[in-house]
């Protein structure tokens, strides 16, 4: 192929997958760090070169991986489910866009490290589940059967990621607190807000396994496979949620511990809930379901300023900003650069991070620098049994 007609079907392929997703010419010079619109324009019909560095920016920005442009074949897209999609479509789609390109990049590590779990998450059929009683009941089988211990928020996501491969991915979602999809390729995959407090990322990554464990199967074709209406399910998935993460008898053991003449201080309410890393309203409306409390009174106790201050003040220290990327996925992009399956170019856009900062994060993650003299002999001999 020469370079005119190569660059002509580069152009086309950046066109086509900037209009998948519903952007203008001027959101794709924005996104991708280019001053004028007409670069993209000129890019677009083939009338100008494209320099690697360009071209880097580009498929991140359409959600791509650089290799889907050069080959000219746009992947597909599996149906995201929302609980609370961005109002605007082409904001919803290049969200979407950038999820679907980490899962499968995750997904591309773990098949190269030989990485991939060994175990595939539980299937229970929506139907099954008609009741908060039911759903709350799932909650508190699926946290036994995968061992999430007496503090589930925990242990959550590492249980999942590393025994399960259910791929986390933490976004700054303006609207909308998570997402989810299950597709053949990569498998099932979370979106959270980063932005959100450590406590409500615990309760949408719960939400979100309901709508997991209960989906008809994978979602590569749009629309939604499995036809599934999420808001519907919204409220058996709370139930479920609250369950997993706030197991019925071990929170009435530490209830009743707490309990003097009949009376709990406020303070620990709040203290409770920070153990089991969840919101104060999450574990009131559970002790709701354990028949703790009546419904009004913790209405009033929600709608009380004194107690929402309590509550504000005791959370400060909690506060904690996820990483975009789950440390295991970073680790595995390091293992893939240390064994030399990708470039250190290629793993600072995995990383998504400059160049200058790889090293950074190498040390961080406890990896030796390639040359010092930890790396001198990275192996250990394990004799065969």
């Keep these: 192929m020469d370079r005119e007609t190569f660059r002509k079907r580069l152009g086309e392929t950046i066109r086509e997958a900037r209009r998948r997703l519903g952007m203008r010419q001027e959101d794709l010079a924005r996104e991708a760090g280019f001053e004028h619109l007409q670069t993209v324009s000129d890019i677009e019909r083939g009338r100008r070169e494209v320099h690697a560095y360009e071209l880097v920016r580009i498929s991140a920005a359409l959600g791509l991986q650089v290799a889907d442009l050069l080959d000219g074949r746009l992947p597909t897209m599996p149906a995201v489910l929302w609980r609370n999609p961005p109002a605007r479509e082409d904001r919803r789609r290049t969200e979407e866009a950038r999820f679907l390109r980490f899962c499968r990049e995750y997904r591309w590590l773990e098949e190269q490290l030989g990485a991939l779990p060994g175990r595939a998450l539980p299937h229970y059929p929506l139907s099954q589940v008609s009741s908060f009683r039911e759903a709350a009941g799932l909650g508190e089988k699926v946290a036994a059967d995968l061992k999430l211990g007496n503090r589930p928020a925990t242990s959550l996501a590492r249980v999942l990621e590393e025994d399960f491969g259910v791929k986390l991915w933490y976004a700054d979602l303006r609207e909308g607190s998570g997402a989810c999809t299950a597709s053949q390729e990569f498998g099932y995959a979370v979106m959270l807000n980063r932005t959100e407090p450590p406590w409500r990322r615990n309760f949408s990554l719960a939400h979100e396994l309901f709508n997991l464990l209960t989906l008809a199967g994978p979602?590569?074709?749009?629309?939604?496979?499995?036809?599934?209406?999420?808001?519907?399910?919204?409220?058996?998935?709370?139930?479920?949620?609250?369950?997993?993460?706030?197991?019925?008898?071990?929170?009435?053991?530490?209830?009743?511990?707490?309990?003097?003449?009949?009376?709990?201080?406020?303070?620990?309410?709040?203290?409770?809930?920070?153990?089991?890393?969840?919101?104060?309203?999450?574990?009131?409306?559970?002790?709701?379901?354990?028949?703790?409390?009546?419904?009004?009174?913790?209405?009033?106790?929600?709608?009380d300023p004194s107690f929402r201050q309590l509550d504000r003040q005791q959370r400060q220290q909690d506060w904690e900003e996820a990483p975009v990327r789950s440390e295991r996925f970073e680790r595995l992009a390091v293992q893939a650069w240390l064994e030399g399956k990708i470039s250190k170019a290629r793993l600072a856009e995995l990383l998504d991070l400059p160049l200058r900062d790889v090293d950074g994060a190498i040390r961080r993650l406890g990896f030796p620098e390639q040359g010092s003299d930890e790396e001198s002999e990275p192996y250990v001999e394990v004799p065969a049994h």
């Design 219 to 303: 979602v590569d074709a749009a629309p939604c496979g499995p036809a599934r209406d999420v808001k519907s399910a919204e409220p058996f998935a709370n139930a479920f949620a609250a369950a997993l993460l706030l197991p019925g008898d071990q929170v009435r053991r530490e209830i009743h511990g707490r309990v003097r003449d009949g009376r709990l201080h406020r303070a620990d309410l709040v203290g409770l809930a920070r153990s089991y890393g969840v919101s104060t309203e999450a574990l009131l409306w559970r002790m709701v379901s354990l028949r703790f409390l009546p419904e009004d009174r913790v209405r009033e106790l929600l709608d």
